[in-house]
C-alpha cells in the first residue's frame, strides 16, 4: 500500500511539480492550496506524512502543523519556507515537525529525507528488547557500526537511505557517539565508494592553516610554500569530503565554504585558476547549529547549506542495549592481538557497565574495556577491572531522590520558556504568541519562576 501523503502549498507551480514528483515516486498526494484546505484534510483522514508551506492564507503552516501532530501521532510534518530563519525553524521543530527545508530545494534531497524518515518512523516499536539484551536477532551492523537498540536501528536506516543520494549531510551527536563511523559508512554505501574519502578534523587544525588545507594553495603563496600543494577538496575529487567539528570553522573559512557549496567551485591560496569541486560533503559537529547562529559565530545561509538533510546519532545512555555487545565488540577486538584468555564480564561488571552513564560514550566505552584487557589479571573482567578507583564510573551511580511533583513541574516550565525565549531572541512579544498566552500573564509567569 503506497504511502499517503499531505502537501499544503499555496504556489500554483510548486504544488503541481511536488505532487508529480512525489506520485511518480510511489505516493499517494492529496494537495491543498491554503491553510484552511489543509485543516480540513488533516481532520477528514489519516496521513503518513505532510509536506507544509510555513506562510499561507486563511491558515499558517505552523496551525496547520499543529492540528497534523494532534491527529497523527505516527505521521511526520516537513515544513518548507522561502523565508528561512532560525527561530521558526525552532518553533516549527518544538510544534513536531521532523524536518525543516529551505527553498528552493533539490527533488531528488526531499525524496531522499522523506523515503529516510518514514523507514525510520516504521520501524517496529512493540515492547522493545530489556536494557542489555541484543533482541532476538542479536547486534547488527551498518558498516562498522554495531547496534542492537532500535534508537540506533532508525538513525542507521536513515543514514543507509540518504547514503544513495549525493545530498549534503549534517550528522549530529555528542562527543564518541561515532559520526565519523557513520560518515565513512554512508560513503562505502554510495556510487562513490570507489573514490577516496577524505576527512578533516576542524578542530584540530590552526584556523592560518585550514585554508590551505581544503584549498591547496600554489607555490610561494606564503612563506614555506615551496610547491604546489592540492586541498582536501581536490583529492576527494568525485569521493566524499567529511568535516569534523565543522562548527569550528572561521569566519572567512565560512564564507568560502559557502562558495563551494553554491557554486562548486573553488580557487587554491595564492591561485587564480577557477577549479570544480565534484564532491559529496558530510559534516559532523557536537554543537547544536541552531545555537550557533543565533549567538553570531556560523552563517545562517551556510546552516542551512550544512543541513539539507540531518541525522542525530543517540547517546550511549539513550541505547543502553547497545552497551554490552559493544563491550563484548572490545573485549575481543583488544583480547586476540594480545593473546588474552578472557572468557567475558562477571555478573557484576555487567550490571555496572549498564548502570554508568557513559559521558565520553562509545569512545569511552572502548577505552574502558580496552584498559581492563590490558591490565586485567583475572580471568573474567571484574568492576574493579573496568572502573578504578581513580575513574568516574569507580563508585556505583546512585538513584537521586525524586522532587516533589510542583517542583519538577516549575522547573520543566523554566527551562521550556528559557528554549522559547532563546528561540526568538529574547523579544517576549512573539514568545507570547508561540505560548499562546498574553505578555502580561508572561511576564507574571517569569516573576513567579525567578527569570523576570
Not at 277 to 292: F, G, H, N, P, Q
Not at 304 to 332: C, G, M, N, Q, S
Request: charged fraction near 25%; aromatic fraction near 6%.
Amino acid at each position: 500500500m503506497s504511502r499517503q501523503i499531505l502537501l499544503v502549498e499555496d504556489e500554483p507551480i510548486l504544488r503541481l511539480t511536488l505532487a508529480n514528483d512525489l506520485s511518480e515516486a510511489g505516493y499517494e498526494v492529496s494537495c491543498a492550496s491554503d491553510g484552511a484546505e489543509g485543516l480540513g484534510l488533516v481532520q477528514a483522514r489519516p496521513f503518513d506524512a505532510a509536506l507544509l508551506d510555513l506562510r499561507l492564507p486563511k491558515a499558517d503552516g505552523l496551525t496547520v502543523l499543529r492540528e497534523f501532530v494532534a491527529i497523527n501521532p505516527r505521521g511526520l510534518a516537513i515544513m518548507m519556507t522561502a523565508y528561512g530563519t532560525i527561530p521558526s525553524a525552532v518553533e516549527a521543530i518544538k510544534a513536531g515537525a521532523a524536518e525543516y527545508l529551505l527553498k528552493p530545494f533539490a527533488m531528488e534531497d526531499l525524496l531522499v529525507l522523506l523515503g529516510g524518515l518514514l523507514a525510520g518512523r516504521a520501524a517496529p516499536r512493540g515492547n522493545g528488547p530489556q536494557p542489555g539484551a541484543a533482541g532476538p536477532a542479536g547486534p547488527r551492523t551498518f558498516g562498522e557500526i554495531l547496534y542492537a537498540s532500535e534508537a540506533m536501528a532508525r538513525a542507521c536506516d536513515l543514514l543507509a537511505t540518504v547514503a544513495r543520494s549525493d545530498a549534503t549531510v549534517l550528522i549530529q551527536g555528542e562527543t564518541g557517539t561515532g559520526k565519523e563511523l557513520a560518515a565513512r559508512a554512508m560513503h562505502l554505501h554510495s556510487a562513490r565508494r570507489a573514490q577516496p574519502l577524505i576527512t578533516v578534523a576542524c578542530a584540530a587544525i590552526p584556523e592560518t592553516l585550514l585554508e590551505a588545507e581544503l584549498f591547496g594553495h600554489e607555490r610561494g603563496a606564503f612563506t614555506g610554500a615551496i610547491r604546489d600543494r592540492k586541498g582536501r577538496f581536490e583529492l576527494a575529487h568525485r569521493g566524499t569530503l567529511f568535516l569534523d567539528e565543522v562548527a569550528d570553522l572561521g569566519p572567512a573559512l565560512q564564507a568560502k565554504l559557502l562558495r563551494v557549496l553554491q557554486e562548486r567551485t573553488f580557487e587554491r591560496v595564492g591561485g587564480t585558476q577557477t577549479l570544480k569541486a565534484d564532491v559529496r560533503l558530510i559534516s559532523a559537529t557536537r554543537k547544536r547549529l541552531e545555537d550557533e547562529v543565533l549567538a553570531g559565530r556560523l552563517r545562517e545561509d551556510l546552516f542551512y547549506r550544512l543541513k539539507v538533510i540531518t541525522i542525530t546519532l543517540p547517546p550511549l545512555r539513550d541505547r543502553k542495549e547497545d552497551i554490552l555487545p559493544l563491550a563484548e565488540h572490545f573485549l575481543e577486538k583488544y583480547r586476540r592481538p594480545l593473546g588474552r584468555d578472557i572468557a567475558g564480564f562477571t555478573a557484576e561488571a555487567r550490571c555496572r557497565l549498564l548502570a554508568y552513564h557513559w559521558p565520553g560514550n562509545v569512545r569511552e566505552l572502548e577505552a574502558c574495556v580496552q584498559r581492563a584487557v590490558i591490565l586485567t589479571k583475572e580471568p573474567t573482567l571484574t568492576p574493579a577491572d573496568l572502573f578504578p578507583e581513580d575513574s568516574p564510573g569507580a563508585t556505583p551511580q546512585e538513584v537521586a531522590s525524586p522532587h516533589p511533583l510542583s517542583e519538577a513541574i516549575r522547573e520543566a516550565e523554566r527551562r521550556y520558556l528559557q528554549e522559547v525565549l532563546l528561540s526568538v531572541g529574547g523579544q517576549r512579544k512573539r514568545a507570547a504568541e508561540i505560548l499562546g498566552i498574553s505578555r502580561k500573564t508572561l511576564w507574571k509567569k517569569l516573576k513567579q519562576l525567578g527569570m523576570e
